[in-house]
C-alpha cells in the first residue's frame, strides 16, 4: 500500500509564490507511473491541476498554464508543485495522487489560501 503525504501548503497573498510537495512511501517512486495533483475548492468538484508521468512527460490545467510547474525528484521520491503569480481563485484543498497501473492512490490533502 503506498500512501502519500503533501505538505507545504499555507496562506500566501495574491501575486505571491508557494511550492508543495508529496512524498510517496514506496519502494521506487517509478512504479507511479502517473503522478499529479488535484484540487477542490468548497463546493466544487475535484479538478486536475498537474500531472507528470516517470518519464517526465508534464499535462496543465489551462487556468494553471504558465504560472503552474510541477516536478518530481525520484531519489526522493518526491513531487512537488512550484506556484506562481497565486490568484485567489487558486484557493483549494490540494491533493497529491498517484496511480500504477493497478490502484489510485490519494493523499490527505494540504490547504492553500490565496487571500490578502
Known amino acids: 500500500q503506498v500512501q502519500l503525504v503533501e505538505s507545504g501548503g499555507g496562506l500566501v497573498q495574491p501575486g505571491g509564490s508557494l511550492r508543495i510537495s508529496c512524498t510517496a512511501s514506496?519502494?521506487?517512486?517509478?512504479?507511479?507511473?502517473?503522478m499529479g495533483w488535484y484540487r477542490q475548492a468548497p463546493g466544487k468538484q475535484r479538478e486536475m491541476v498537474a500531472t507528470?508521468?516517470?518519464?517526465?512527460?508534464?499535462n496543465y490545467a489551462d487556468s494553471v498554464k504558465g504560472r503552474f510547474t510541477i516536478s518530481r525528484d525520484n531519489a526522493k521520491k518526491t513531487i512537488y508543485l512550484q506556484m506562481n503569480s497565486l490568484k485567489p481563485e487558486d484557493t483549494a484543498e490540494y491533493y497529491c495522487?498517484?496511480?500504477?497501473?493497478?490502484?489510485?492512490?490519494w493523499g490527505q490533502g494540504t490547504q492553500v489560501t490565496v487571500s490578502s
Open positions: 495522487n498517484g496511480f500504477d497501473y493497478v490502484t489510485t492512490y
Open positions: 507528470i508521468t516517470s518519464g517526465g512527460t508534464s
Open positions: 514506496t519502494e521506487n517512486i517509478l512504479n507511479l507511473y502517473y
